[in-house]
C-alpha cells in the first residue's frame, strides 16, 4: 500500500500494518513522477491531501494506474480533502465514485468572487493557458446567481469580465478563454479595481484571487485598500507563480486580506487551487452537526454494524456518481462510503477524516480497525494471473511484442501499452497462432509497460502485466574498435597499421610545405601607394623637387657680382618703378 499524507498524525498506517499489509508512507510532494512508482503498489491511499500538491501530471498517472493496470485508490477526507483539497474537474476526481460539488442541495450564501490575474509577457505559454482554464473551472462551481468578475492586468487591468451575476455561463467562460499575453506588470492599479467592485455588493461572501508571476513595476497603498475592504467584509486569496514572483508582498497581502497564499513551482496546480479557493469561499460543503450514519443493505458491509453505527462529527459533502455503491449516507443522504469500479481498477471514497475531530466516535469504536482494513481491501486489484511469455522485436520501424500463453486458445485480449510518462499508445494487436499473439506499435526507445485482459468464457478476467524497454537504435551499441574496417581504409589509402603509440609521434620522412598567402603584404603596400597618392593630390610634386636638384643659392650683401648679375638687377628695379607709376 501506498500512504500519502501530510503531518498530520492518526493510526491509519499502524492498522494497516498491524493486519499484514505492506505500507509505505509519503508526504505528498514525494510521490513519484513516473507510472512504474505507482505501479509499484496495489492500492494508493489519499489521506487528507490537498490537490494543490499533486500535479496535474501525477494525477494521469495515478488515473492511468487505477484504469488499465487495475491499482486500487482510495480518499479519505478532512479539511484538505476532496472539493476542499481542490480537487473539481481533475483525473482524481474522474476515478473517484463521487463528484466534487454537490449540485445544487443546499442554500449556500450569496458571494461574490473577482479573480485577478496577469497577463504580462513572462505569462505567456503554459501558464497563462493554465490559468483561464482554472478560471473557467471556478465559473463552473458557481451558481447563476452568484456574482463573478474576472480582471486581466499588464501594465494597467483589463476587465474582461464585468462583475455581475452569472447569467451565461458559456459566454462568461469564452470571455475568460480569449485572454491574450500583454506587457508589464502593475499589480495595485487591476487590486484596486477589484476592491472598487465588490465594495458597495449585498454578498454575504466576497473575495478575491490574485495570481502573477512577476514583480510590480510600482507601488500602492495596499495597507489602506485591504483595510477598507475587510471593513466591507472582501478577502483575500494570492497565488506566486514562479522564482521570479514578489513572494513576499503576495504572502503579505494574504495575510492581511484574510485569505490564503499559495507559493507554486508547478503551474499545473492553479486550476487545483482556483477551485479550492471557489469552494472554500462558501464554507458550506463542511457538515458539522453530530449525526448517526445510515447503513444501506450491503452484506459485505452490514456485518460490521450489528451492534450499532456509532455518531459522527462532520464530513465533505460530495454528490455520488450514478453508477457508484453508497454503502454509508449521511441524514442529509450525501454518501459517507461510496465505492465503484474505474477501468480495472476499483476505488473508494470516505469522506470523514481519520483523526476523531470529524469522525467522532468512529475513532473510539471497536471495529473502526476492521472498518479501515475492508476500506482499504476493497480497492485491491480483483483478477487472476494469467501467464504470458514475451519477446520484443523490431521490424519495420516497429516495435513488435510477441505473446505466447501458456495454454493453446484463441480467447480475444484487451491489450494496454502506457509510456513512462502515462501516454497510451497505439497499438495493433490480433493472433497469429493458437495461444500467440502479437502487439504492434511505434518504435520510439523508452520504457513501457503491458497489460494483457483475458475473458474467459465463464465471465472471469485473467490479467497479465509487465514492463519492457525498447532500446535505442543499433548504432548507438557500443561494439569496440572495428579493427577490420581499419585495416581496409589503411589499405585503401596507402598507409600501414601502426603498432604502437609511439609510431604515431615518429619523425616526418619529408618536411611540410604550407602556402603562405601574401595578401596581407599586398594590401600593406596599397596603403602606403593610396597615402603617397593623396599626398602628390593635395600638395603637388613641390615638396618633392630637393629629390631632383638643389635649388640656387641668393648672392648675400658684400659678396662679389657679375656684371651680367647687375645688369639683370638694374633692369628688375625699372620695370618695379614703372609699374607704380
Known amino acids: ?87 473539481f474537474k481533475t483525473p482524481i476526481e474522474k476515478i473517484l465514485p463521487v463528484d466534487m460539488d454537490i449540485k445544487g442541495k443546499k442554500e449556500m450564501p450569496s458571494l461574490g468572487l473577482i479573480i485577478v490575474i496577469d497577463r504580462s509577457g513572462s505569462m505567456s ?23 463573478l468578475g474576472f480582471i486581466a492586468f499588464d501594465d ?103 485569505g490564503r497564499f499559495y507559493d507554486v513551482t508547478d503551474a499545473s496546480v492553479i486550476p487545483s487551487i482556483l477551485s479550492r479557493e471557489t ?19 450491503y452484506s459485505e458491509w452490514t456485518p460490521l454494524f450489528q451492534k450499532g453505527v456509532p455518531k459522527m462529527n462532520a464530513y465533505i459533502a460530495v454528490t455520488a456518481k450514478s453508477r457508484a455503491q453508497v454503502p454509508l449516507v449521511s441524514e442529509k443522504k450525501d454518501p459517507i462510503l461510496s465505492q465503484w469500479q474505474y477501468g480495472l481498477g476499483t476505488t473508494l471514497a470516505y469522506t470523514s477524516d481519520m483523526t476523531g475531530k470529524w469522525s467522532g466516535d468512529w475513532a473510539k469504536w471497536g471495529n473502526w480497525p476492521q472498518f479501515l482494513n475492508q476500506v482499504i481491501v476493497k480497492s485491491l486489484p480483483k483478477y487472476d494471473s494469467e501467464p504470458f511469455r514475451v519477446t520484443i522485436e523490431k521490424e519495420d520501424g516497429s516495435t513488435v511484442v510477441q505473446l505466447k500463453a501458456a495454454e493453446d486458445q484463441f480467447l480475444p485480449l484487451d491489450v494496454s501499452v502506457v509510456a513512462q510518462d502515462g501516454s497510451l499508445m497505439d497499438t495493433n494487436s490480433k493472433p497469429i497462432a493458437p495461444g500467440e499473439f502479437e502487439v504492434i506499435f511505434p518504435n520510439n526507445p523508452g520504457m513501457y509497460f503491458l497489460r494483457v485482459k483475458q ?61 603562405v598567402p601574401i595578401s596581407q603584404q599586398l594590401l600593406l603596400v596599397a596603403f602606403l601607394l593610396l597615402v603617397f597618392e593623396i599626398l602628390i593630390r593635395r600638395l603637388g610634386f613641390q615638396p618633392f623637387h630637393f629629390l631632383k636638384h638643389h635649388p640656387k643659392k641668393t648672392p648675400q650683401i658684400g659678396e662679389d657680382v657679375s656684371l651680367e648679375d647687375k645688369e639683370e638687377r638694374v633692369k628688375r628695379l625699372l620695370e618695379a618703378k614703372k609699374r607704380k607709376k
Open 125 to 147: 505559454g503554459n501558464k497563462l493557458t493554465l490559468a483561464k482554464e482554472a478560471a473557467a473551472r471556478s465559473v463552473d462551481l458557481l451558481r447563476e446567481k452568484d456574482t
Open 279 to 297: 469552494v472554500m469561499t462558501t464554507r458550506t460543503y463542511i457538515e458539522d452537526n453530530p449525526f448517526y450514519p445510515v447503513v444501506q443493505p
Open 455 to 515: 475473458t474467459t468464457e465463464d465471465g472471469k478476467e485473467k490479467l497479465f502485466q509487465t514492463g519492457f524497454s525498447v532500446p535505442y537504435s543499433d548504432e548507438y551499441l557500443l561494439k569496440g574498435t572495428n579493427k577490420e574496417l581499419l585495416k581496409e581504409l589503411a589499405a585503401i589509402t596507402g598507409g600501414k597499421e601502426l603498432k604502437s603509440v609511439k609510431e604515431a609521434f615518429s619523425p616526418l620522412t619529408q618536411k611540410l610545405k604550407t602556402n
Open 156 to 258: 494597467r487591468p483589463w476587465e474582461i469580465v464585468e462583475t455581475a451575476q452569472l447569467k451565461n455561463k458559456k459566454k462568461v467562460i469564452e470571455k475568460i478563454r480569449s485572454v491574450s499575453v500583454g506587457g508589464g506588470t502593475n499589480i495595485y492599479p487591476a487590486l484596486d479595481k477589484a476592491y472598487q467592485e465588490l465594495k458597495e455588493l449585498n454578498l454575504q461572501r466576497k473575495h478575491i484571487i490574485l495570481l502573477t508571476d512577476g514583480q510590480s513595476a510600482a507601488g500602492g497603498d495596499y495597507q489602506s485598500l485591504i483595510e477598507e475592504g475587510k471593513k466591507n467584509n472582501v478577502t483575500l486569496s494570492t497565488v506566486a507563480l514562479g522564482r521570479d514572483a514578489d513572494r513576499n508582498l503576495l504572502e503579505d497581502l494574504a495575510g492581511k486580506g484574510s
Open 1 to 87: 500500500m501506498l500512504v500519502v499524507q501530510g503531518n498530520q498524525e492518526d493510526p491509519l498506517s499502524q492498522i494497516l500494518q498491524s493486519s499484514g499489509l505492506l505500507v509505505d508512507k509519503l508526504v505528498p510532494e514525494k510521490l513519484p513522477t513516473t507510472l512504474a512508482g505507482f505501479l509499484h503498489y496495489q492500492s494508493i491511499i489519499f489521506n487528507n491531501v490537498p490537490g494543490t500538491m499533486v500535479s496535474e501530471q501525477q494525477m494521469n498517472l495515478i488515473e492511468k494506474a487505477v484504469k488499465e493496470f487495475g491499482t486500487g485508490f482510495v480518499m479519505l477526507g478532512g479539511e484538505d480533502s476532496f472539493g476542499l483539497g481542490g480537487y
